[in-house]
């Protein structure tokens, strides 16, 4: 199956820190690429759906300008937590997938764990 | 109306015995079903697609039943290892391009 990176794994911050997390698809075109974020002993959410080389589409509730998303590549796209605050701390995680074959599951990165101090 | 309904449990079972986990869908247009694991402090991983016929791998049979929109997980012979959360995902490939819906997760908990 496809396999998914994503960097860092793990982020300890100040707050009012900008932090980047990349995620990378390392064998196959993701057109599209998911990012999710998960509170402990929640389920995940879906915060934004992005598609190589046009603008992110964000859920409702989540504010565009502190969750920069950048998919400029068919393999790379990047999250940016824009100063980032405690409420901010979460598991971020990453999926891709390809609209080039049906019925493909998301596969996803090994998730990043943000805390902000 | 949530898109993907699960039951979030905690199911907490013996070692050895069977369990059942269903999952009800409310968009009959959804194309594609996925059973995900998930375990604590980790990223989900796909357990297993559900196609029309029902599939098998191993002690884990998938079935889907398009009439009443849900799919159902079964994990026979359970073990230790088995302890974790079961997400099932719908997508709706290919009528609105790539949107996969999760459920909230149902937490299973073998016992020795």
């Known amino acids: 199956g496809a396999v998914v990176s994503q960097h860092p794994s793990w982020v300890i911050c100040k707050s009012g820190t900008s932090v980047k997390i990349e995620c990378r698809s390392l064998?196959?075109?993701?057109?599209?690429m998911f990012w999710y974020r998960q509170f402990p002993k929640q389920s995940l959410m879906l915060m934004a759906t992005s598609n190589e080389g046009s603008k992110a589409t964000y859920e409702q509730g989540v504010e565009k300008d502190k969750f920069l998303i950048n998919h400029a590549s068919l393999t790379l796209s990047t999250l940016t937590v824009t100063s980032a605050h405690p409420e901010d701390s979460s598991f971020y995680i990453c999926?891709?997938?390809?609209?080039?074959?049906?019925?493909?599951?998301?596969?996803f990165g090994d998730g990043t764990r943000l805390s902000i101090l | 109306r949530k898109e993907v309904e699960q039951d979030p449990g905690p199911f907490n079972v013996p070692e050895g015995a069977t369990v059942a986990f269903n999952c009800t869908y409310s968009n009959s247009a959804s194309q594609s079903f996925f059973w995900y694991r998930q375990d604590c402090r980790k990223e989900p991983k796909l357990l297993m697609s559900v196609y029309s016929s029902g599939n098998e791998d191993g002690r884990f049979t998938a079935q889907l039943n398009r009439a009443s929109q849900y799919i159902s997980l079964l994990i026979r012979d359970s073990k230790l290892s088995d302890s974790a959360t079961y997400l099932c995902?719908?997508?709706?490939?290919?009528?609105?391009?790539?949107?996969?819906?999760f459920g909230t997760g149902t937490s299973l908990t073998v016992i020795p």
């Open positions: 995902v719908v997508n709706l490939y290919p009528n609105t391009g790539n949107q996969f819906y």
């Open positions: 064998d196959f075109q993701a057109t599209t």
């Open positions: 999926s891709t997938s390809t609209i080039q074959y049906s019925n493909q599951p998301q596969h």
